[in-house]
């Protein structure tokens, strides 16, 4: 039998986050969707005459996804 693959891993906790995420949209008022917004605010703007790039990041961490990558963590550990 082969050891626990970690791309398995790392998909479970993506997997728990996106319905964390989810879960947490459907309740707007409830305490799941309590949590932090982080990154930046407004994109960032590189300009190089005939290419612009843009870059951006905003991270909003939940009660919601928090228990999704819980979850996803004891679902790998069963696995």
Not at 17 to 35: K, R, Y
Not at 37 to 42: D, E, N
Not at 45 to 67: M, Y
């Amino acid at each position: 039998m082969r050891g626990k693959n970690t791309w398995t891993c790392f998909l479970l906790i993506l997997a728990g986050i996106v319905l964390g995420g989810f879960i947490g949209s459907l309740f707007p008022d409830s305490w799941l969707n309590f949590g932090q917004t982080f990154g930046l605010s407004s994109p960032l703007v590189l300009d190089l005459g005939i290419l612009s790039v843009t870059f951006g990041l905003t991270i909003k961490i939940t009660i919601a996804s928090i228990i999704g990558i819980i979850t996803g963590i004891m679902v790998y550990r069963f696995i």
